[in-house]
């Protein structure tokens, strides 16, 4: 499992060229990345099971035990299968770059909601606000990138 912060960039960096397939299966490895994280933090060991034959969905399921506001990234999760089958079953179809780059926009609104969920548990209860980090910030000056 990669760090964290090494994610990020990753998933930035995925390319369709020369293999879209080795792009989605990076990419859906990352979001497994990812829950991996959130599940380790809270003390548990990620599982290796599948949910209807995926292991994201199986880690996601894992990470909202118990922590209800979690579910907020179910959806995220799902869309993130879901553009894999896509790009898997239609590798050349005309919109395949297009479906590249929203498989990567979701994985990577996966990581952002995790990562912040990290940092302010209550994350969550209200979608995808990030307004608990924000409000931080302005009480702290030093979790601004200026400060």
């Known amino acids: 499992m990669r760090p964290l912060a090494d994610i990020e960039s990753a998933i930035a960096g995925v390319r369709a060229v020369p293999d879209v397939q080795a792009a989605i299966d990076e ?3 990352l979001s497994e990345e990812v829950v991996e994280h959130w599940i380790v933090a809270r003390g548990d060991v990620p599982t290796d099971d599948t949910r ?3 292991r994201l969905l199986a880690l996601h399921r894992q990470g909202a035990k118990g922590e209800p506001s ?3 990234c179910r959806e995220t999760c799902r869309e993130i299968v879901y553009h894999y089958n896509l790009i898997a079953m239609q590798p050349g179809h005309a919109e395949t770059t297009n479906r590249l ?4 926009m ?14 302010v548990a209550e994350l969550g209860e209200f979608c995808c606000s990030s307004k608990p980090i924000r409000l931080r910030a302005e009480i702290d000056p030093k979790m601004t990138k200026e400060a």
């Open 27 to 29: 990419l859906l490895q």
């Open 106 to 119: 979701v994985s990577s609104h996966l990581y952002l909601f995790i990562s912040g969920k990290m940092q």
């Open 52 to 54: 209807e034959g995926f």
């Open 70 to 72: 979690f579910n907020a």
């Open 101 to 104: 780059e929203m498989m990567k």
